[in-house]
């Protein structure tokens, strides 16, 4: 165990480097008789994908699923799921002006330094890339929560650099390349991406997560609560700085009169909490909010040192998102629904025989 | 496994609720010939305690922590190490008033609803009275990361309520009963929590941490990153509802060129990143900071429901803090602590034989 | 995580040293609701317990358990149990003559080269008196086993040293200190143990399980096969050297035809593969069988070396159990009794919503 | 996690079915820089590959490797080795006459009960073809084992059906297709597998490991014992009904005079306890040996039910090993090795700091 598995029941283990033959991972735990096949997973892979837009990366990748063990006959058979994204764009000579440099900001150092040897080309592990592995684990886990709880796990672009994003609608988010959810900025946004990209700079990003329809129970005291799952499972995404449950940092400059949701027959009045207490969810909207620092890689000239350890600089040209947070809302959406997945199946092998102690509001 | 239990290696354990008759933990994996006896996890329990000041919850506990097991003639044997803290001053009856009714913001709702039975006196396992298990395990934790690799874990109070608290030196964080890093704004905490108290509101907090003297390395790829490690421990302390690493939530707005730390053969020029790159430590600081929600029981008058579902108020009386800010530095600090000596023992487990691959910057 | 835990949904976390202060023990997952006292511990304690009759170690312990938490009005809460058994018959002074050697066939050496460090009285923490915690947790598992799904778990003596003992009545097991199946040969094993005590030497045993009404599924394919989990439990219980699931090592010489157990829509027409199949539980008994070595501790003098490696040789005197296997029973109980509960939990957190494929037999 | 994945530092993840497009898995926690390449995998791969004589099944397939992730320039880089193994040799045909039934003996059965679906061809996940996965992570185990501390993981078929097999010598045991330790009785070997094969029937069989050069200190106490670990992972390889170490079963009939071993300052003067005392190796052999059943799939006629729970009769042609243990030698080894390979990096996280702590027998 090197930190490529996550999760306790709903588990998935993930492989690959970005100009290696191919990325793959193992899904356990997912229930029997779930309906399954590989476009299932492509959809999402579809949202994520890469060249989708002039403000992402433009490496050519499909990333077409392949599903290689523990469906039959289209339906999940409660055995490990076994999947393979090929590559099918590396160019890992764009790699060797760089081979022998630290990126400012970039995991080679510290994979360097750890492991006394590095996959140079494009990150290697370190690689966004792999949350293709997430994507498509993900992908399961909503369509059954879905399915069995009638959970949704959607998200979206909340703030862009500086420019912050108002909620209008969903279908906004929909429309736009950003997932940003409302389609009255995107030109604004389109204006900023393409000045930045100009400036051979990069910037960070704020994504919004919500899932509803998550019943109440879910989530464990103490050290396995709900919503520290979930900060461990966001802050574990590439880039990821920060992370907020509900209210978040506005809870510091709050009143308890002020935050704490008061509760009536009908459900809760407010939602400070993000749909999370004790670590046990409510049946409230389960909210999140991250924050996603700028690209590492960038074209312009910054101070590093080289792989012996003398002074040098760096310019980074290769095929980089400017800003990794614009793909970022289908990956932090995969990893929500793969956390709720989790306990909702711990919930169960425990609490399987507990009966409603009374009436109370939905969830 | 339901949430009990924390870490891979440095693995902690813990049991007790509020009004039990103990609390107590068993810290698994500790490295043999540790120097160990009870006054080196009093003194952190002591940092901890209730009763401190007027600020906290007048609860009267000494926090007397006895090790059962583990240690031999003062040395750690390398066995589990079980210790147990007796509860003093237990008032069972304070809760009677409350029993039948949920406080908002609180676990009471949703451990009812998740198990279908709560111990309702004072929070049960929900209380933030766990948490001496934590400071316990951690000050084991503290003290070999200082001795085996010069790793100091320390913290501060960085905000009350609205009340920003600039850092001027560790030295103000030791005299006051807040943890605030800088002695000339007490008075006006002091100020603001005694008219807090009067109103019989509470408020949330900001705690900042810095671990100083952290190798390069630890830390693990794509789930296993010492960050999210990190995030996930920091959002299971009770009241937590935001997790920052480094530059937090102010890398939305940075642009690569400001955020990307450069380097120098003499270290880093910057720390945006919070010690921290790919999920790896750098060699330099690593920097958290953690947003505390108000505390839930506030005797202002609430709307609730109560067990049977029905329309009630609630008033807390019982004996709260009205701001867990107050004393959760120690509870952060050895959760950090816990954190990163699981990530000593498992960066050593796989990478022992690791030389330097050339001459890098301290760390 | 150094080995002190157990069991991946209801896991057992277990301290104490032989004489320490104390023995305990943390079991985390237990549903909620389940009617638990301290009693429903003591009785199975009291089975193991030391003294019970002049065949086993004289040590004078009542084994009594205190519950401190997880417990609230007599039901489990579904929090942590933590549990405390004292020491009272600590003769550290028993050791101080084998302090500086080590007793062939025991842990004393592994300890002492593993570690650095041991704590000599007793055994530390490789005494087999850390079964207490086995059996503690075991009783929960037993109680929660028998109530939600009617299964029994229990043992017997099949062999003490060369003396087989065929299986006559479960009523003959509660009717001796030997948990011998057969009364008759109760008299044939005193004498066997009188004569074995008076020459200052041990010997094995065997003992089998037998778990009933065990429905059909539980247990996981491939490396959670519910056997696997069996051997390792019962390996890892003190001397136990082998470890058979149904005819075990019989099946060697068996032919297909003989072995297969055949169907029919009443049930199974025999039982070689001990209730399990592919690792899942097939409805049938489960059935165990384990191989106890003789105590390592014996009067007979014998060749050893010293903590600084030279030749010497050792009598142990202390009090010793001539042959550990007596009380093994419902240490192997136990150790099954947990495995069984972690899978059920296991099983219904994936399959919950598996619904019968058919008229089968029952199981 | 549903049973797919094993090890707790040197973790295998699994995946794949009989019939299905691929075998594959994920390594993770192998340290980084040691060389390695397919053919390193390919060579144990083809120890284990199925058509070797006429002996076992006539199943056509290279199993040929192909490594995805974790090597660079011929080096581990610390990160996940993924790993696939295309099926060639699919017939699902072959099945159909069996699809609605059960076959005696075989996890059919359990599998159908167990997820309320099955894939039936050639037994799906249940199949010993799933085996292969093991052997190309033992693969890596070994030569890791072998590079950093001269451990040599071996093993030999010790008993064909009631033929027991005394080793003559490891030369031996390389020059036949049933690793048989003895050249002499290779003939009387062949003529009983031949009349085995043609009565349509299946035998059991036993097989012996041996690890040498194990450092003194590996394995953890009580619940982690390094035999409780092998326990399991052996009793986890399909068909194995029973495990021993040391001397096992051998040990009940023992006297403590007879079964502890005893030392000098030379080492150890006999090896009862198989190289693990406590649950720790003793720096002397490991010595483990396995039953493994007679194969479920036979030609003759037998009695079962079918998939509505009718009762009918079944004959399972196909192709099938006779005796599952011929080939299981390789498999064993496998397992031994990763579970070695695990405590190597589990005891060093603890106890890297442990300096010996006189002059001991090597080891």
């Not at 793959?24 to 779930?34: E, F, M, N």
């Not at 997973?41 to 063990?69: A, Y």
């Not at 799921?81 to 790699?95: A, P, T, V």
């Amino acid at each position: 165990m090197s930190g490529n598995s996550f999760g306790t029941l709903y588990c998935v283990t993930s492989f690959g480097e970005s100009h290696g033959p191919a990325y793959g991972g193992v899904v356990d735990g997912c229930p029997p008789g779930l309906a399954l096949c590989a476009d299932d997973i492509q959809v999402e892979l579809n949202r994520r994908k890469p060249g989708s837009s002039r403000h992402v990366t433009q490496r050519r990748e499909t990333d077409t699923v392949e599903i290689l063990s523990g469906v039959y006959e289209g339906r999940t058979t409660g055995t490990a799921i076994g999947f393979l994204i090929r590559n099918e764009d590396q160019r890992s000579k764009d790699y060797s002006a760089i081979a022998e440099k630290f990126r400012p900001g970039h995991a080679d150092y510290t994979y360097w330094r750890k492991y006394g040897i590095r996959d140079a080309r494009g990150g290697g592990r370190a690689s966004a890339r792999e949350t293709v592995v997430r994507v498509a684990a993900g992908a399961i886990a909503k369509k059954w929560l879905k399915q069995r709880y009638g959970v949704s796990v959607r998200g979206f672009l909340s703030a862009l650099g500086a420019i912050a994003i108002p909620f209008k609608s969903w279908q906004d988010v929909d429309a736009n390349p950003f997932f940003a959810p409302n389609a009255a900025l995107v030109g604004q946004l389109e204006k900023f991406m393409d000045e930045l990209r100009e400036s051979g700079d990069s910037c960070g990003a704020r994504v919004n997560l919500v899932a509803q329809g998550v019943p109440v129970g879910w989530g464990e005291p103490v050290y396995g609560r709900l919503d520290a799952d979930i900060a461990g499972a966001m802050m574990s995404i590439n880039a990821v700085k920060g992370v907020e449950i509900g209210a978040g940092f506005q809870s510091i400059g709050q009143k308890g009169s002020e935050h704490g949701d008061e509760m009536t027959p009908q459900g809760f009045l407010s939602n400070n909490n993000g749909g999370v207490l004790g670590g046990i969810s409510t049946g409230q909207d389960v909210t999140v909010s991250i924050a996603l620092k700028p690209t590492s890689s960038i074209r312009l000239p910054r101070r590093t040192i080289d792989t012996r350890g003398a002074a040098t600089t760096i310019e980074t040209s290769g095929r980089h998102d400017p800003c990794v947070g614009i793909r970022a809302t289908p990956i932090a959406e995969a990893m929500l629904a793969c956390v709720l997945m989790d306990h909702a199946l711990r919930h169960r092998a425990q609490c399987a025989d507990v009966t409603a102690p009374g009436k109370f509001p939905a969830g």
